[in-house]
């Protein structure tokens, strides 16, 4: 006798809980006329947590799956387009230190490696300008299309900045009206386990008990269900990444034509960071920092210096976060996936993409029955610790590639005996080749590719020596690639829109629908 997966129950709301129901919604849509049913419960005590999110070109496909129009993305959730990341005295911590990781690949990356065409060129051009258009759109506060550029589609890659407080409503709408998932505020008071070990029901206080065959645990750092009834650890990764603090304020424009950048700005502090995200009412800024480095008075000081007169009145939430993610992440009928799977220091927008990405594989591998549940839990588990790991590799990539000395902050991140010991690996073997698809970034869908390691290296200033006779064979294509992307640099500066422009006209007009 088989235990059949109907009941999808998902506990808490936020850009987590309601993408993810969106998600499994859109793919098992078709079955619920029989019986199939997706169930979101969610305090209506518990504010949102985000403070202003940046995202991944994924989420494009991700929305168009569930049916989301773009259009209303923009005009509801305060959204603005994306096109990489500035990362601003993260280096040497000069004023002029700075380099922009993209969102566009190198010019012909399927078919070449231009790194030791570039390294060995010594023209003296950023790696990313001679490979890639972006930097010089977000320097010239460009949008990535037009108006005329169908709903999703572009003409230089993009994900989006939003406003994290009307983003999960917008969802919610979505979800509730369109794809039919059922909608319950209540405050869980107790997890009610079966016999074999599985959740049976959460007990609410306003609608009772509430069974489901699979539970999907969305209620933040708490964890209610994978952390507090089934008892599974958090592991910390303080070890490597020290931020455990974060301050967030608002920022209001000087005047409704004030200039919308275009990409996230990430300027390094004394013992941390600041974020400058721009949203068409606002912008969202904030300072992850170690508390073990520098005090919470002397980290607000360094952000409102960053932001200047402007900061004068202005509140500053103050927020505590570890960092580091559970040691299983589904298991029994219960996964994880948000702030209840982990959280890492915002520094390259990995939470949305995790969600959009556990999400995804929650709903393409949806189990049957409960009786192969445990096999697509290991599945699952196996996957997500490989990208929480290499996520890990990546952030902890900013910080080890640092010659800034001038705190023990910076001084304690390049200590050998906090680096992973796979970044170790691949910082020696990069020494005398340069990142491509055969160092490990072999999985269908790595968060980060082969080519974000090349922008965040060489913008960085990383040395791989290059034997000059080894990149004769593929000289005359190198030379045609980057003939090619400065043409192309050229036609996308002349034809695209100034970014505020073009979200002003989405609000009047609307993009085309696909």
């Known amino acids: ?132 258009p972006q930097g010089r759109l977000c320097e010239d506060g460009l949008a990535p299309k037009t108006i005329a550029t169908p709903e999703y589609e572009a003409l230089a890659n993009y994900a989006y900045h939003l406003d994290a407080g009307k983003f999960a409503p917008f969802l919610q709408r979505h979800c509730c009206d369109v794809l039919g998932v059922r909608h319950v505020l209540a405050d869980v008071r107790r997890v009610a386990m079966a016999e074999n070990g599985d959740i049976r029901a959460i007990v609410t206080e306003q609608a009772g008990e509430i069974e489901g065959d699979l539970f999907v645990d969305c209620t933040g750092f708490r964890s209610i269900l994978l952390g507090e009834a089934l008892g599974v650890a958090f592991k910390d990764c303080n070890d490597v990444l020290f931020c455990d603090r974060a301050l967030a304020v608002q920022i209001p424009y000087a005047s409704e034509i004030s200039p919308i950048a275009s990409h996230t700005i990430s300027t390094a502090q004394s ?51 570890r960092s580091g993610h559970r040691e299983t992440f589904w298991k029994r009928n219960c996964v994880a996936v948000g702030l209840a799977a982990g959280f890492l220091e915002p520094l390259e927008s990995s939470a949305i993409v995790l969600t959009e990405l556990s999400a995804k594989m929650i709903a393409e591998q949806l189990p049957v029955c409960r009786e192969v549940m445990d096999v697509i839990a290991a599945r699952f588990n196996a996957t997500t610790h490989y990208r929480w790991g290499r996520i890990i590799d990546f ?73 000059p006779d080894a990149v004769a064979g593929d000289a005359r294509m190198a030379e045609r690639a980057m003939r090619e992307n400065m043409r192309q640099t050229e036609r996308l500066r002349a034809g695209l829109p100034r970014h505020r422009d073009l979200i002003r006209k989405i609000h009047e007009h609307g993009l085309q629908p696909v």
């Open 395 to 467: 952030l902890k990539l900013h910080y080890v590639l640092t010659r800034r000395e001038d705190t023990a902050f910076w001084r304690d991140n390049v200590r050998p005996e906090t680096i992973p010991d796979r970044l170790k690996e691949l910082l020696l073997l990069w020494r005398y080749q340069s990142p491509w698809f055969h160092d490990e970034f072999d999985r269908v869908e790595e968060v980060f590719p082969a080519a974000s390691y090349q922008y965040v290296l060489y913008g960085m200033g990383y040395g791989t020596e290059v034997e």
């Open 1 to 132: 006798m088989t235990h059949p997966v109907k009941k999808i129950v998902i506990v808490g709301g936020g850009t987590a809980g309601w993408l993810t129901a969106g998600v499994i919604a859109a793919k098992h849509r078709s079955r619920m006329p029989g019986g199939f049913s997706i169930t979101l419960v969610e305090s209506p005590n518990i504010p949102t947590a985000g403070v202003g999110e940046g995202t991944w070109p994924t989420l494009r496909a991700t929305l168009a799956r569930m049916g989301v129009s773009e259009t209303e993305l923009f005009r509801t959730a305060d959204a603005a387009f994306k096109q990489g990341a500035q990362f601003a005295r993260w280096t040497t911590g000069a004023d002029d230190d700075a380099y922009y990781h993209p969102l566009m690949l190198p010019q012909s990356f399927s078919q070449l490696n231009l790194v030791p065409h570039w390294l060995t060129s010594g023209e003296g051009e950023s790696f990313c300008d001679a490979v890639c």
């Open 271 to 321: 013992c941390g960071w600041i974020w400058d995200i721009g949203l068409p009412e606002r912008r969202g800024t904030g300072h992850a920092y170690s508390s073990s480095h520098i005090s919470d008075d002397a980290a607000e000081a360094e952000l409102r210096a960053y932001i200047g007169p402007a900061a004068d009145g202005l509140t500053v939430r103050r927020i505590k976060f």
